[in-house]
């Protein structure tokens, strides 16, 4: 793991500012990674499925339910938009159906709590400036084999936007995640053109997008990097770097955890029109 004992170099701190992004391998611990997956694997037994609410980002706002709402304060489960026949039944076994769990698993569960919430943590993201950080989100991402859906280019701090915009992101890869099975891609640089959009909740209890942008006609799609990285690694993410992965066609899922940190000091205010 490349840290000190106050968290970043000053060699890394510079990398992630230049490129909006920062691999640092090996930071979960075979163990911890272990210990998450087995959690995510009993919430998924312990799910019953009478609720069925599918994510994609293909058409996100228009298919925000109440009940995606509601799990910015809970521990929900999300199906992959390719889980389903058209009869309304699972294609297969529901543990390999999950798109994700989310969005406060930080929060309410004790296993994802004391991991997210670890000294290692701390240390690394006060090493990154924050005075008083707050985790506002997390989700467990499955990546499933075969019907894992692909996640468009976009920005964290579309998603939970503060003044001035403060969001990092931390996606802990818990099995290797390489092109075949959907890694990640970020372009490098991205982050200093500043936030495109912002996804809004509306008075109605509806969310929409403030307006329509292609980050492909903002970005050279071939300027985007894999970021192929082995079990255990961390993936930092400016909250304005436009990063997105592709689908999983492969017979390999590529479990992962992430959590979206925000600074709450009176510097910064959270808006009240997010999600």
């Known amino acids: 793991m490349q840290l000190q004992d106050g968290g970043l170099s000053q060699q890394k701190l510079d990398q992630f500012q230049r490129d909006g992004f920062l691999v640092l391998e090996g930071f979960a611990s075979p163990d911890e990674v272990a210990d998450l997956r087995q959690r995510a694997g009993e919430l998924v037994e312990g799910f019953e499925p009478a609720t069925r609410s599918v994510f994609s980002t293909k058409s996100q706002a228009s298919t925000t339910d109440d009940y995606f709402l509601e799990s910015a304060n809970n521990i929900s489960f999300f199906f992959e938009e390719n889980a389903f026949q058209e009869d309304g039944k699972l294609r297969q076994d529901k543990a390999l159906s999950i798109n994700k769990i989310g969005h406060a698993l930080h929060d309410a569960d004790p296993a994802f709590r004391s991991f997210s919430r670890s ?76 936030v495109a959009r912002r996804f809004l909740k509306t008075p109605d209890n509806k969310v929409t997008f403030d307006k329509d942008v292609d980050y492909l006609q903002l970005f050279n799609k071939e300027e985007f990097v894999p970021l192929e990285v082995p079990s255990g690694s961390l993936v930092l993410l400016h909250g304005a770097n436009v990063h997105f992965s592709y689908e999983n066609q492969s017979g390999k899922s590529r479990h992962a955890y992430s959590m979206h940190v925000i600074e709450g000091a009176s510097s910064h205010n959270y808006s009240p029109d997010n999600w």
């Open 119 to 194: 000294q290692k943590v701390a240390q690394l993201i006060s090493s990154l400036g924050f005075k008083r950080p707050l985790p506002v989100q997390s989700m467990y991402i499955f990546k499933q084999p075969k019907i894992g859906g692909e996640v468009r280019p976009h920005q964290d701090s579309t998603f939970l936007y503060t003044d001035p915009p403060s969001v990092v992101g931390l996606w802990w890869a818990l099995e290797d995640a390489t092109r075949t099975n959907g890694c990640l891609w970020a372009h490098p640089g991205s982050h200093a053109s500043g």
